[in-house]
C-alpha cells in the first residue's frame, strides 16, 4: 500500500492538520473536534445518495419528531432495563400491537422482543421451533441428530446461515417458473398467491405447496416462507402450505410450524391486503418476523420476532440475567443494542396509526405501479412481479444486446443504485433489476429514474464498445438488501 492510500493528506492548507494522518493505526496525538468532523464528513461524500438508493429496503427518512426522540435516546442501551424500564415498557407495547396486527388469536399468549433486524428474528424464530421439536422427540425416546428445515430458494441469504451456524440440514428447493394463468389446470398450485387471485399472467418465482409437502419428514424443525421475497417481491402460497401441513398432522402426526419472514411484507399485507391469509390466521404459523427499518418506516437497526403464543417459545432459551439490576429475562443473540429505534418505532406505530401507515403504503403502491406501467410501456422491460403486491419493482430486459448488469452500472454513473442480479437456483438464467419504492420515492422520482432509464438505454444502444465490453463480463454481483 502506498503512503497516499495509508495516510490522509493534508487539506484545507493547514487549516485543520499539518502532518498527514494515519488511516489504518491510530494517531499518537488526536486532532480537534472538527478536524476529525470535516476529514470523516468529506470521505462519506463517496458512499450513495440513499434517497437515490433503489436497492435498499431500508428507511432513509423519518420525521423530524421521530429525529428528535432518536436523538434524545441515542445514549441509552436497552439491554439495561432496570436502568431505563420505560424502553422495556414501550417494547412490550410494540409487541402487543404486532401479534394483533398480525392477527394473533385472542386467547393465545403472544410474545415477541425487538431485535437488530429480522436476521436476528429469523434466526432466534428458528433456534425455538429446533428446541421444540428435540424436546418434542427425546420425549418420544426418538434420536435428535438429524434436524431439517425446508425451504424454497426464493428465501434471503440468513436462512442458510441459521443453517450453517445452528447445525440443522438444508432443504432448499429450487424455484421453478410458475406461470400463473387462470385457464390451467396447474394453477390450482399457486391460487392462493396474491398475483393469481388478480388474473395476472404472471410469472411466479416461489416455491408451492407440493414442492414442500415432498420435502417434510418426520426431522423437520420448521417450513420457512416468505412474503415479498428479496428477490422478485412476490409471496409463498402461505394458505395452501398450511392446508398441506394440517393433512400431514392429521395423517402422519408432525406438527410442523410454518415461521413467515414477513421482512419487507410484513408491514404491508396488513394495510393492503387484510384478507389474505399469511399470518397466526393460519393454524401452523406460530413465528413471525418483520423488520421496523423496512416498511416499518424506522431509520436502521429494528427487527421484530413475535410467537404466536407463549409456548412457541421454551423455557430453556430464556436466560435471566441479574448484573445490571434486577432480573430481566432475555431472548437474543447481542446484548447491548440502542434503545432509540424501538423508541421510534413505537413513536410511528402510534403517530401514524392504522389509516396513517395505509396511507403511506398505498401512496407507495401506487409509485410502485406508475412505475411497472412506464417501464412496461416502453416494451424494453418485461415486469416480472406484475401484480406489486409489494412496493418493488423487478423487471428484466427485453430483446436487449446489453445486460441488466450493464444497465445498472449506467445508472449508477448518474448517482442511481438499482441493483442487477439472476434469480437463485434453478431460475439462474433470469437476469434482473429490482427497485425499491420507499416512502421518499415521490411519482416526480419515478419520473427522473424512468428519463434516466431510457436514456442510458439510449447510449448504451449507441455504443457497441460498451457492449462488448460488458455483455459477458459481469458476474452477478452482491445483491444489495
Ligand atoms: C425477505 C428478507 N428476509 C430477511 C432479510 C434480512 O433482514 P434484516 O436486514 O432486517 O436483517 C431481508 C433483507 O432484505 C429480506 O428481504
Known amino acids: 500500500m502506498s503512503k497516499i492510500e495509508r495516510e490522509h493528506t493534508t487539506t484545507y492548507g493547514s487549516r485543520y492538520f499539518t502532518k498527514p494522518v494515519p488511516k489504518y493505526e491510530m494517531p499518537e496525538e488526536g486532532m480537534p473536534a472538527r478536524a476529525a468532523y470535516q476529514i470523516i464528513h468529506d470521505e462519506l461524500n463517496l458512499d450513495g445518495n440513499p434517497s437515490l438508493n433503489l436497492a435498499s429496503f431500508v428507511t432513509t427518512w423519518m420525521e423530524p419528531e421521530a429525529d428528535k426522540l432518536i436523538m434524545e435516546s441515542i445514549g441509552k442501551n436497552y439491554v439495561d432495563n432496570d436502568e431505563y424500564p420505560q424502553t422495556e415498557v414501550i417494547q412490550n407495547r410494540v409487541v402487543n400491537m404486532l401479534a394483533r396486527l398480525f392477527n394473533a388469536p385472542k386467547e393465545a399468549n403472544s410474545i415477541g422482543s425487538g431485535t437488530i433486524g429480522s436476521s436476528e428474528s429469523i434466526m432466534l424464530g428458528l433456534l425455538a421451533h429446533k428446541w421444540t421439536w428435540k424436546k418434542r422427540r427425546e420425549a418420544e425416546g426418538k434420536p435428535t441428530d438429524k434436524p431439517n428445515i425446508v425451504m424454497g430458494a426464493d428465501v434471503h441469504t440468513v436462512w442458510e446461515k441459521f443453517a450453517l451456524y445452528f447445525d440443522v440440514e438444508l432443504k432448499l428447493i429450487p424455484l421453478k417458473k410458475n406461470v400463473c394463468k387462470t385457464t390451467e389446470t396447474e394453477i390450482t398450485k399457486v391460487m392462493s398467491s396474491f398475483s393469481c387471485i388478480s388474473g395476472l399472467n404472471e410469472d411466479i418465482y416461489t416455491v408451492s405447496a407440493e414442492d414442500i409437502i415432498t420435502q417434510v419428514d418426520e426431522n423437520t424443525i420448521a417450513v420457512g416462507t416468505v412474503v ?6 412476490q409471496m409463498d402460497p402461505i394458505e395452501e402450505i398450511n392446508t398441506a401441513l394440517l393433512e400431514i398432522k392429521e395423517t402422519k402426526g408432525w406438527d410442523i410450524p410454518i ?6 411484507g410484513g408491514f404491508i399485507l396488513p394495510f393492503l391486503y387484510p384478507d389474505i391469509k399469511w399470518d397466526f390466521r393460519l393454524e401452523q404459523v406460530r413465528s413471525i418476523n418483520v423488520s421496523g427499518h423496512k416498511y416499518g418506516l424506522v431509520y436502521p437497526g429494528v427487527g421484530w420476532l413475535i410467537f404466536k403464543d407463549r409456548t412457541d417459545l421454551p423455557e430453556e432459551l430464556i436466560f435471566n440475567i441479574n448484573y445490571l439490576g434486577g432480573i430481566m429475562p432475555n ?3 447481542n446484548f447491548s443494542k440502542g434503545s432509540s429505534t424501538i423508541i421510534a418505532q ?9 389509516k396513517g401507515y395505509k396511507q403511506i403504503m398505498e401512496n407507495m403502491q401506487e409509485n410502485a405501479h406508475y412505475l411497472a406501467s412506464k417501464l412496461n410501456g416502453t416494451k424494453k422491460f418485461e415486469v416480472i412481479n406484475k401484480s406489486i403486491t409489494f412496493p418493488i419493482v423487478t423487471a428484466q430486459l427485453q430483446n436487449s444486446e446489453f445486460s441488466a448488469f450493464h444497465l445498472s452500472e449506467k445508472l449508477r454513473q448518474k448517482g442511481w443504485i438499482v441493483p442487477a ?4 437456483a434453478n431460475a439462474e438464467d433470469v437476469a434482473v433489476l429490482r427497485m425499491v419504492v420507499k416512502e421518499s420515492f415521490s411519482k416526480d422520482m419515478v419520473e427522473m429514474l424512468f428519463n434516466d432509464i431510457m436514456d442510458s438505454i439510449k447510449k448504451l444502444e449507441q455504443s457497441t464498445e460498451e457492449r462488448i465490453e460488458y455483455i459477458d463480463g459481469k458476474e452477478n454481483p452482491t445483491l444489495l438488501y
Open 228 to 233: 415479498g421475497t428479496t428477490f422478485t417481491g
Open 331 to 333: 431472548y437474543s443473540l
Open 259 to 264: 415461521h413467515v419472514d414477513g421482512a419487507s
Open 421 to 424: 442480479y439472476t434469480l437463485p
Open 346 to 354: 413505537y413513536y410511528n406505530l402510534i403517530r401514524l396509526g392504522m
